[in-house]
């Protein structure tokens, strides 16, 4: 696919540094699975499992996930199956200090024993998915996506990596996974003159989730789009179904909020259902996978969006157990984590004046067991 590359203009370079003002603030491995990973050049929080301390970053994005260099590779297979929970309330901020002995784990209804428990901040492994499609970002949209992608990366901390893809008719890698910012301000400033009107979105995170399924430590794909699909080769329950396997967290950030208020009564019914069906995919795909999509109406609250994804990716839980059902059948298992007192009910959380807080809890839907083949 050809696309026309400029240098990056005074105005992107105006919001690359208007967004550096708005500074502020793993995934699990299935268990008996086989992962391949490159020791990271730095030396991460330890993520409580039992594990080596392995580093989650291949040093080429390539189609399976594998290390395209020389450096030696370690392999590790476990049944300890582990899940990174946020708890955060209503503004969107995460809550500490929350004991072991209040949270509950149900494997397909069924009580787990939790093995690990940790509560801390870790370096992210985040890959910035970023519709690149001429159908409908133009004028502020298109100015809206640029400040998301912009915005996004000025939280980043030195320690984390970031890869930039952007897709219409497929995805292109336009960084690697790296902690250069440099690389990454280059990738973004080719994003200027969409070539094509697609926007085949299923193909683009299907294509993401498996090159970053076999990265251990923290990850998640930032999905900065409309949420339209145009002609995916993938269905959306093909799609739904891989991510839900692959299980990389997606933080949705969806971009047709202020035109379609613009538009209010003026779109054709069709145009309307188009919308909605993109912001329920948008849900889905975060809400099953562990993250969670946002649906900006004005410029204002991009900041509060990044401290949220902030606080959901970095400061985690992470829970670790061995699965009482033990059966290599490569089934679906749903899991659900809770928060209860003593006597098994819903835990009350009060703010320091002694109101109850509403919450929620950020974690991944389920995983997928293994499977044996004779």
Known sequence: MRRT????????????????????????????????????PTNPTSNGDASPDLAPIPSKLNKKGTVNDDTPNFKVQSNLVQIDASVLDNR??????????????????????????????????????????????????????LQAAYGFVSTLKPQDYIAVIAYDMRPEILSDFSQDRTKTQGALAR???????????????????????????????VLISTGV?????????????????????????????????????????????????????????????GGISFFPRFEGEMPSIFQAVQQALRNQYQIGYTPT????DGKFRKIKIELVNPQG??????????????????????????????
């Open 5 to 40: 590359v400029v240098l990056a203009s005074a105005v992107a370079v105006a919001i690359f540094t208007s967004a550096i003002a708005l500074k502020s603030q793993d995934g699990p491995v299935n268990p008996g699975s086989e992962t391949v990973a490159k020791p990271r």
């Open 92 to 145: 969107g901020n995460f809550i500490p200090n929350i004991p072991r002995g209040n949270f509950r784990i149900l494997e397909d209804d069924v009580p787990q024993q939790i093995k690990t428990f940790t509560m801390g901040e870790a370096p992210m492994t985040v890959a910035l998915l970023v519709e690149f499609s001429a159908k409908w970002q133009r004028g502020q949209t298109w100015y809206q996506t």
């Open 191 to 221: 994003l200027r003159i969409p070539g094509f009107s697609e926007s085949n979105l299923f193909d683009a995170l299907v294509d993401t989730e498996e090159r970053m399924k076999d990265i251990e430590g923290r990850k998640a794909i």
């Open 229 to 289: 699909d145009t002609f995916s080769k993938l269905t959306f329950d093909k799609a739904r179904r891989a991510i839900q396997e692959d299980g990389v967290p997606i933080y949705g950030i969806g971009l047709m909020q202020a035109l379609r208020i613009m538009a209010e009564g003026r779109m054709s019914g069709a145009q309307d259902m188009t919308f909605l069906q993109a912001d329920n995919q948008m849900k889905t795909f975060s809400k099953e996978t």
């Open 325 to 328: 059902n033990l059966a290599r």
């Open 345 to 374: 009910d819903p835990l009350a959380i009060k703010d320091e004046k002694g109101k109850p807080i509403k919450y929620q809890i950020v974690a991944k839907a389920g995983y997928t067991a293994p499977r044996v083949v004779e």
